[in-house]
Each structure stands twice: as C-alpha cells, then as structure tokens.
C-alpha cells in the first residue's frame, strides 16, 4: 500500500495538473456548457477512464526496463525528463487563457463516453507523460515498483473522474467564472509549469 505521505503529495500534484486548462477538461466543460451536464459528466469520466491503460503500460513498461537494461532504463528517464521539462516550459509561456469551444453535434451518450476513453488511451503524449509522471513517486525502498505504479495511477483516475465529474456539472458556472477571472487559468498554467519542470529535473538526476 501507498504510505500516507506518498499519497497525499501524489494527490495534490495530480490535482493541480488535472485543473491546468488542457484539452480534456476544457472539452468537458465545453461540452458541458453547450450540450448539458450529464454529456459533459459522461465525456469525462470516459476521459478519466483511458487513464488505466496508461498506467497498466507504464506499471509494466518501467518494471521491464529495470529487469532487462540499466541503459534502457537510463535513456527512458532522460527521455521522460526532457519531455516533463518541455511541457512545463510549454505552461510556463502559456497565456492562461482558456479557449472552450464544442462544435460537435448531439451524440449517444454510449459514443460520447467511448470518444473520451479511446482518445486519451491512444494519445501517445499522454503515455510518455505517465511513463514519466508516475514513477516520481515511486519509493523504490518500499519494493513493488509495478504495484505502486498502478495504486498511484488509480488514484489519478479516480481524482480525475472526479474533478471532471464536477467540471460537467457545473459547467455553465464555471465557464462564467473563468469569463470574469482569467488570470486563474495563467496561475494555474505557471503552478503546472514549474511541476512539471522540477519533475524533469529530478528524474534526470535521480539515481
């Protein structure tokens, strides 16, 4: 099991990268804003959802290369450390501003949900971002890195069915609040920025 500490400070980081402005929760709010909650809800946890898959490919993935290469495994964290520092670079020089847009017709609920889980299982960016977000809080003295890997990966779909759960629902106040307070997408972007940053750097230099 996951140690207090190890949660908790898992948690909050997954939290905030979850509420940046981005393309899927931007999506779920616009969808939720034009076409009513409940296909707001239903896109988002479908969104949430897709998130399994990455973890069970990064569970695994980072569990073969440490058997298999020490050298693999070393390019794999440069690999991973880039791309974090690249996206917060990405953030950092963000505007903030949230562009909500759905120009989408009225679709099955059964079809909306299963646009949103395909499109996060299949998006190669966001199998790199878990291959090299997961293993940061990862306590490798605690053993069963794979383990640890899928309970935190659960814990990011759960928080994040959640919170997109919530952003559908109240879609229309929130696409309000955002209109009159714009600066909190930029503060958001800088807060996910300097993470992912430090993020990179750790697990560039970490052993």
Known sequence: MLSPEQLLSFLAVAVVVTLSPGPDNLMVLGLGMAKGRLRGMIFGLGCALGCLTHTALAALGVSALIAASATAFTVLKIVGGLYLIWLGIQALRSTGQPRISCEQPDEPLGRLFLKGLFANAINP???????????????????????????????????????????????????????????????????????????????????
Do not use: N
Request: overall charge positive; charged content about 10%.
């Open 125 to 207: 960016k966001v199998v790199l971002f878990f291959l090299s977000f997961l293993p940061q809080f990862v306590l490798a003295e605690r053993g069963h890195v794979s383990l640890q890997i899928l309970q935190l990966g659960v814990v990011c779909t759960l928080q994040a069915a959640i919170l997109f759960g919530l952003l559908g629902y109240f879609s229309g106040a929130v696409g309000q609040w955002l209109q009159r307070k714009p600066r909190l997408g930029l503060w958001l972007d800088r807060m996910a920025g300097g993470i992912f940053v430090g993020l990179g750097v750790k697990l560039m230099v970490s052993r």
